[in-house]
């Protein structure tokens, strides 16, 4: 047996927490253009490969739509996460 006792590597990978990456500084903007360019590319891709563009079009504007607001929910639970933390700490401090 090889390592230190203190339990295997997996066993100490899941005791870490998920570091969240930082918010960006307009996530509502950036999702809403960088799913607008996936979606574009989607159209493209369907032009391209000489599918039918209505069709394309619609595929687009559905993951868009979707994926916008997925990811739009997503920012403001952090969000709200994150004010109830700092709110949090601050009752806290103030005790």
Same mark, same amino acid.
């Given at each position: 047996?090889? %390592?230190?006792?203190? %339990?295997?590597?997996? &066993? ?20 809403? #253009? #960088?799913?607008? !360019?996936?979606?574009?590319?989607? !159209?493209?891709? *369907?032009? #391209? *490969? ?7 079009? #619609? ?8 994926? *916008? ?7 403001? &639970? ?7 933390? !700092? ?9």
């Amino acid at each position: 047996m090889s %390592g230190s006792g203190n %339990g295997t590597a997996g &066993q100490r990978a899941t005791r870490r927490r998920r570091q969240e990456p930082p918010l960006p500084r307009h996530p509502y903007r950036d999702s809403a #253009l #960088l799913h607008g !360019v996936l979606a574009v590319v989607i !159209v493209g891709v *369907t032009l #391209l *490969t000489g599918g039918n563009a209505v069709t394309g079009a #619609l595929v687009a504007l559905a993951y868009f739509v979707i994926a *916008t607001a997925w990811s739009w929910v997503r920012f403001s &639970q952090r969000l709200r996460q994150a004010e109830r933390s !700092v709110t949090g700490a601050n009752r806290k401090a103030a005790r």
